[in-house]
């Protein structure tokens, strides 16, 4: 690396060091997914992403622990053992990227890759005060991710800015043929926009995601920020997205359901773990099944087979698409007047190993505010705004229309910086 920086050769990301959420294949490393059931399998070609992170010379230094699957919100479901908070050891970081997002909250990488399929790139950001990007569907390939729900999953980085941030994503972003979900959109330079002028930039605060059930303290931070924005030159608006009290029901129907039908290749036979206890075909499907998986990954297989079963589908799948659609629309009709949006990321902020590992559905609450982003399809991104009075972070959520990072980086980039 350094023989290309003298000879000035290097890429746009020599030296800098990345980690890589172990969801994502490396040839000839283990990509485990945080599983017992891919405990021993290796990858063997390079996800896009990786490609073009080593086109530009960044170095990887190795894979993350992860929720199961990329399952959770905590980082306490991986078959390795739960990450821990770099703040504090009793506290969760977040999941379930959980690993990049340390390893780059703990200065052990300068920027990670992550996935999110409902936060779980922004919201353990949120948790461990460092920004993460969930970009549009669609801007970067998931050739080589190992899908959980194939129509939320998007990759993104970890970075201590949003500017490292930015840098990341001008080089993983663009269409890929390898990837038909991958869109041919032009990749703008997103570095070259971030000019931290947010005059006139006009930003929605959409009362549902402020209501009483928000911890006050996070209130109080959040507030102070838009009020630095404000002061900035930026306009708040007030906007409404009706339909955000289905967002959990729904996404735990459509995320389950796409699970179970993925999850459903691990079966024993072609790759994986193959359980040892078998006398027949059957046995060694369910044994190796019931041995391979953790129980929140086995949770969630039973309720997306349950809501596409028979005389089930039309009650719970069908009637979660027409809601989906009912809230990306919300998010078109309040973009039609504002050009980005600003929410919190999470509900607390990060709460004690093993607080609510007994109560799914407490747990599945703590992505309240970031499960719209993936059922919309939009952008967004968590920033530090502040702590509370504990000295745990809090994060700060911009989301963007479509395919318009630029203007939440730009914004992230102001928030950082604003008083």
Request: aromatic share 8%.
């Amino acid at each position: 690396m350094d023989e290309k920086l003298r000879s000035g050769t290097a890429g746009p990301l020599a030296g800098m060091v990345v980690a890589v959420k172990d969801v994502l294949s490396m040839q000839g490393t283990k990509t485990t997914c945080g599983s017992a059931m891919l405990k021993e399998f290796v990858s063997i070609y390079d996800a896009t992403v990786i490609e073009r992170l080593r086109a530009a010379d960044a170095v990887i230094i190795g894979k993350t622990n992860m929720d199961e699957f990329a399952m959770g919100s905590s980082g306490e479901n991986s078959a390795y053992g739960p990450t821990l908070h770099p703040l504090d050891e009793t506290k969760v970081p977040g999941g379930s990227s959980s690993g990049s997002c340390v390893a780059v909250a703990a200065g052990l990488s300068t920027v990670s890759l992550g996935t999110d399929t409902g936060g779980s790139i922004r919201q353990p950001a949120g948790f461990c005060g460092i920004v993460g990007l969930k970009p549009t569907y669609g801007r970067v390939s998931r050739y080589g991710l190992v899908a959980f729900a194939s129509s939320f999953d998007q990759i993104g980085p970890f970075a201590r800015t949003s500017r490292d941030a930015a840098r990341v994503l001008q080089v993983i972003a663009g269409s890929d043929p390898k990837d038909a979900t991958s869109a041919p959109v032009e990749v703008p330079d997103f570095l070259s926009l971030m000019n931290r002028d947010v005059k006139g930039l006009k930003i929605g605060l959409p009362k549902e995601y402020f209501s009483d059930a928000l911890d006050a303290g996070i209130r109080s931070v959040l507030e102070k920020k838009i009020d630095a924005l404000r002061n900035a030159g930026a306009v708040i608006v007030p906007v409404s997205l009706p339909h955000s009290e289905y967002t959990i029901s729904t996404y735990y129907i459509l995320a389950t359901a796409e699970a179970s039908s993925n999850l459903a290749r691990y079966d024993g036979a072609r790759y994986g773990y193959r359980s040892k206890n078998v006398k027949d075909l059957n046995g060694m499907y369910v044994h190796s099944r019931s041995e391979g998986f953790g129980s929140e990954v086995k949770r969630r297989i039973m309720l997306g087979t349950y809501v596409l079963s028979s005389g089930y589908y039309d009650a719970y799948y069908r009637k979660a698409q027409q809601v989906r659609r009912l809230i990306q629309n919300d998010f078109v009709n309040a973009f039609n007047s504002v050009d980005c949006i600003i929410t919190p990321i999470a509900p607390t902020t990060a709460f004690g190993l093993g607080e609510k590992m007994e109560d799914p559905l407490q747990m599945y609450l703590n992505d309240i505010y970031t499960v719209s982003a993936n059922l919309a399809g939009i952008p967004g991104i968590s920033v530090p705004a502040g702590a509370d009075v504990n000295g745990m972070p809090i994060g700060i959520q911009v989301l963007g229309k479509q395919f318009d990072e630029a203007t939440i980086l730009k914004v992230g980039d102001v928030i950082e910086t604003v008083q």
